[in-house]
């Protein structure tokens, strides 16, 4: 049974799309049975260029990406939700929808890298990227299968800190 993964971020441009990406990137190279989407309270309706381009430069396949908005995913018909994950301090302020299935909910903060001097965002989106690859991995590496919501939450919690 697949897990499915999604993170937010207020405008799903930038920091969930990495996320998203790099989730779906290690599941697909480790053969793990998951899925990760991005979504936003506020979509800006793009994918930022440098996080498409910090992405295509780690080999990551971007076709797929774009920017979608969070009631998407409270629909019925959408894939039930194990995880749903902010990583933007304004997505975590904000009320979510309802998610089908009640599923673990945890806040990862990072900071914006698009609010970065133009010069500097490149490597701001690199780091960002790097910085959510990791813990994405950490996430992945965790037996689904075999965790109720109360563990995988306290599992999750431990990635947050780590």
């Not at 897990?3 to 998203?20: D, Q, Y």
């Not at 793990?32 to 309706?45: Q, R, T």
């Not at 490149?122 to 990791?134: D, I, K």
Request: hydrophobic residues 45%; contains cysteine; neutral net charge.
């Amino acid at each position: 049974m697949t897990t499915h993964v999604l993170v937010l971020c207020t405008h799903n441009s930038a920091r969930s799309v990495l996320a998203e990406a790099m989730f779906n990137h290690w599941a697909q190279t480790l053969g793990i049975d998951a899925k990760a989407f991005s979504a936003g309270a506020a979509p800006s309706g793009r994918v930022h260029p440098q996080a498409l381009a910090a992405l295509r430069a780690a080999g990551v396949d971007v076709s797929a990406l774009a920017s979608k908005s969070m009631d998407l995913f409270a629909q019925p018909g959408v894939p039930e939700m194990r995880v749903v994950i902010t990583v933007c301090d304004s997505a975590a302020a904000q009320p979510c929808p309802l998610w089908p299935g009640a599923p673990v909910r945890a806040h990862w903060s990072y900071p914006d890298p698009s609010e970065a001097a133009s010069e500097e965002q490149a490597q701001r989106f690199e780091l960002t990227r790097q910085a959510l690859a990791y813990r994405m991995l950490q996430l992945l590496q965790l037996p689904f299968d075999k965790l109720g919501n109360q563990a995988l939450q306290a599992a999750v919690q431990r990635i947050a800190e780590s």
